[in-house]
């Protein structure tokens, strides 16, 4: 079990994260938040590639600072900017990157191969990186993080670039991964992981908004998500009330879909909150661009 006790880092006098309290067991766990947001500096704490500025992170009870390589050893990380050499092949990459690991020699080939099938790249493992498209080379990288058949797994927007068919992919490559370890995925891409993760771990304005099953973070907008259809003339007016979600056009009329404490309205159909919704109510101030 992972836990992140009263957690706080800043980068100089800029706080990023401010006491972040955190329980992770078993599962899929899927960091969602909009850029900017503090994603990237927890997966380095959990990481230990950067240290806190107070509070401590705790693996089965001790400080992942003090147990030091042997928290790497059941680490596998992926980097939301993998670098990689060019002009190896995957296996010999793979191989490069188990030495470097330091894991054991005499089964490295067998591991190596058994990865590269687990994600699809054994027919083209002699193939040299370069050669790679993006959702290959993203491939390559969750397989790197998986060398050490890792207890904890933390891939850091591992769908960038991915097409929506490598991102179905992945989804199912990820359910497959999570028995029997941590796995933790950050994005902000809300259908990244709603249809993967057991618990969605939110973060807002430097501390954790929601850690829960989508379902119960879905609740908390419960009955106050609705969809109309407005006059075009109208729709500046309306946004203006109410937080939009969604809009489309209708035989000459626009169907919109929004969030409002108001009482309904007649002419307002109440419909089921749903991830996306909650993200963009939650965020709609900052994907804006209005703090
Ligand atoms: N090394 C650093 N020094 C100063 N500010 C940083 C550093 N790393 C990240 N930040 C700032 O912390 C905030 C969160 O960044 P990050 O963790 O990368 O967010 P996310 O991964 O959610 O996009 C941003 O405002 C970013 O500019
Ligand atoms: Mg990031």
């Given at each position: 079990m992972l836990i992140v006790n009263n957690l706080t880092k800043k980068f100089g006098n800029f706080t990023?994260?401010?006491e972040i309290n955190l329980e992770l067991i078993n599962g899929v766990y899927g960091l969602l938040?909009?850029?900017?947001?503090?994603k990237t500096t927890l997966i380095k704490l959990l990481s230990t590639l950067i240290f806190p500025t107070k509070g401590e992170i705790l693996y089965d009870g001790e400080n992942i600072i003090k147990l030091d390589d042997c928290y790497r050893d059941i680490l596998g990380y992926l980097p939301q900017d993998f670098g990689y050499y060019k002009n190896y092949t995957a296996e010999e990459f793979l191989i490069y990157l188990s030495a470097l690991k330091g894991i054991e020699g005499s089964k490295t080939k067998e591991r190596v191969r058994e990865l590269l099938k687990l994600v699809a790249l054994e027919d083209v493992s002699?193939?040299?990186?370069?050669?790679?498209s993006g959702g290959m080379i993203q491939r390559v990288g969750i397989a790197q993080a998986l060398l050490n058949d890792p207890k904890i797994l933390i891939l850091d927007e591992?769908?960038?670039?991915?097409d929506p068919k490598e991102r179905v992919r992945f989804r199912n490559l990820l359910s497959e991964l999570s028995r029997n370890r941590i796995v933790i995925v950050s994005t902000h891409?809300?259908?990244?992981?709603?249809?993967?993760?057991n618990e969605v771990i939110m973060i807002k304005d430097h501390k954790i908004l929601h850690k829960d099953s989508i379902k119960n973070i879905c609740k908390t907008i419960d009955g106050k998500v609705y969809e109309t259809e407005i006059e075009f003339d109208n729709a500046r007016e309306f946004r203006n009330k109410h937080i939009a979600l969604s809009e489309k056009q209708e035989d000459g009329k626009m169907k919109i879909r929004f969030v409002s404490n108001d009482e309904c309205n007649d002419t307002w159909v109440k419909v089921s909150p749903n991830l996306e919704d909650l993200f963009l109510y939650e965020y709609s101030e900052s994907l804006e661009g209005k703090k």
């Open positions: 990023v994260l401010e938040a909009p850029n900017g947001a503090g002699k193939k040299k990186l370069k050669k790679f591992p769908t960038a670039g991915l891409i809300v259908s990244d992981i709603e249809f993967i993760a």
